[in-house]
DNA sequence: CGGCGCGTAGACAACGTTGTCAGGAACGTA
DNA sequence: TACGTTCCTGACAACGTTGTCTACGCGCCG
């Protein structure tokens, strides 16, 4: 090892110190490079002596472990990092599945980088291509609606790969099961005696959207209600485009008596509606997806909860399961709901 | 470039295919790898025509650019790759936070690996070491309470670091004007009246649970309202505890008129345990830090609203910039907060 | 017609690490 | 004494990429 190198080294003041490296470290420790990554390693086969002056070297130097070169280096290529392509991190649901898959990929000794799509396929595009430059050893994600290809294309081209939320055909999928949730809202709802049930909807584009109305379509069925279609309103985004239509579907003549919300921001905007003009305690709300302080609206907020923590670990799971060499065809998990009684839901028909 | 290297090459479903490398992009292009580095990077001084043919064999190969070897072999060794350290990506304030790092990491086609320390002073040294071993180009903090010499150890060898929400003498930080914002509160609830103010304060062990005290301290001192002991509590942790404070403080002989809560969690258990008493319609209540919904309660919660995103964009900014090799002295930002009136802060004293 | 500059292309080494293999010492066995 | 075995150590190449430097062909000028 050349001196002039050995000069440049860090001295803890952060100026213009070059990082440490093995080379440095062996120098130091006079030993060879290779013990030092052994030690470092925790490699079997080095004296105690040696193992010795190598870790003071490292404590000395402030030495860290490069896990970019090792990681290239090794046979296994893995670089402990797997990548989360969300829609948002920052909503509610978002970042419980991130906090479970993190909880998940922890005992593993793996990283997480997320990135926010929302819901754009160019952004999703060049999230994607940055994950798979830095080499993550798998993915899981939320697709953003329309156009999947180029996350199929990554999966066929090996790296392992979940979605959730939102299935397709050749990937594994970890999903909500939408259509019983929505199930157990309506027989909720007609038990206390609802027969003018109405629905709205999120956007037709989206997977989950189509599938929760599927399933009102078919309880409705199921309990012998008659479907009737000026109770549905499907496409219903922005909180003052929920007020406006709940506003006209309990003027209307024959107005429904129970309101199921088909998503989160929908029920608070109906909230919303319902106590502005007083009827939050005559007709009957029930949402589909939790929100955070259900329980101390007056009246509480009946929901039909998912569970984005269970949602995670199963993906989590799966996904590591496929890192480690997993080859069977694709799965798809379905994880259940649960109906959240609060008082809302269980206002009576009058 | 051998023949049986190139026969093991990746064919679209995943198998056994090894990643392919420039060596296959130059070998099928018929260019050296030097040229096949050119044309991914964009640089100039390659023919059109040659350009063309590596396209066509990056495409067809599926051909991925390893970041990772690139960052290594590179002059400044930049991974595009930041660290971001929370108690827990999944609790509101540290979502908005990350998101808002993202949003700027973004502009710069850098990514963020973020990990939760649950306020656990082991777990955050090992994310600290999983950080620095991926060579991330600089780390934000929201540091675990006490010792944070493992966090400083890193930033004097060099690392750019800036903390948020907390601050530390050596190190750059952005923080929120919690004094400031507690002044708010307790003049606004001066303004109507109140004089015997409680105060319900997280544990004391964290920075900003002290800072608020103190702010409540100055602020009390500045309306010349008398300091009543009996009237603070500190280390208030769970819905229950604060429930039975707020029940011991309103049983009491001469009880608050109005409650200032020094944290998220102890609003809402405080409005459960005033909903509980029936009182929430007669006890003034002023909350430190927003959350989602307060304006749907009944009343609706006034609080002084921290700015997350400004915090993190602040934060981000300022990463950037010493990666940029600003090696001015640490800097303190500091963020200020902003009343949001929505009904229990202006319930007047009887 | 020789020399020079320019634009393009590739050979080679290097980044920091680990897999492979060979060398040497210490010990036991024939 | 010769030889095999075991344990420890280090030399060297390689991972996939980029910085540096040289080479070649072409056109232009003196």
């Known amino acids: 090892m050349s001196r002039d190198k050995l000069t440049t080294l860090a001295v803890e003041d952060g100026s213009t110190a070059r990082v440490p490296t093995m080379r440095d470290v062996a120098a130091l420790a006079r030993v060879s490079i290779k013990t030092v990554s052994r030690v470092v390693n925790q490699e079997p086969g080095v004296s105690p002596e040696l193992a010795d002056r ?8 402030g030495y860290r472990h490069n896990l970019t070169a090792s990681s290239l280096r090794r046979a296994d290529q893995k670089t402990a990092t797997i990548g989360l392509l969300l829609e948002d991190i920052s909503n509610p649901f978002s970042s419980a ?19 926010s799509s929302d819901e754009d396929p160019d952004r999703q595009q060049e999230l994607l291509y940055a ?23 990554e999966r066929r ?5 979940v979605l959730v939320d939102r299935p397709a ?43 929760r109305h599927a399933g009102y379509v078919e309880a409705l069925a199921a309990q012998g209600i008659m479907l009737n279609p000026r109770l549905v309103r499907m496409d219903v985004r922005g909180v003052d485009v929920v007020g406006r239509i709940v506003h006209e579907l ?13 998503q989160n921001l929908i029920t608070i905007g109906a909230v919303h509606a ?3 003009l007083g009827l939050q305690h005559r007709v009957a709300l029930l949402g589909f997806d939790d929100f955070p302080l259900a329980e101390l609206l007056n009246p509480g907020v ?16 799966l996904l590591f399961a496929r890192i480690d060499g997993d080859r069977a065809p694709p799965r798809q998990v379905v994880v259940p709901t649960r109906l959240v009684p609060r008082g809302s839901g269980e206002i009576p028909a009058p």
Chains 1, 2 share one sequence.
């Open 250 to 262: 309990l003027a209307a003549a024959d107005p429904p008596t129970a309101l199921l919300a088909g």
């Open 302 to 317: 009946s929901v039909i909860a998912q569970d984005p923590t269970g949602l995670g670990q199963a993906a989590a799971e």
């Open 157 to 161: 081209l090996g790296r392992p790969m």
């Open 97 to 115: 599945l991130h906090r479970a898959i993190e909880d998940v990929a922890r005992r593993r000794g793996t990283l997480v980088l997320a990135g």
């Open 54 to 61: 190598v870790l003071d070297a490292v404590g000395l130097l």
């Open 169 to 211: 055909p050749e990937a594994d999928s970890v999903v909500v099961d939408n259509r019983a949730g929505v199930g157990l809202a309506v027989r909720q709802l007609a038990a206390h005696g609802h027969r003018r049930i109405a629905f709205l909807g999120d956007l037709r584009s989206i997977w989950t959207a189509t599938e």
């Open 131 to 153: 994950l798979v430059s830095r080499r993550v050893d798998g993915l899981i994600a939320m697709p953003a609606s329309g156009n999947q290809s180029g996350l199929l294309r």
């Open 274 to 276: 319902l106590q502005q």
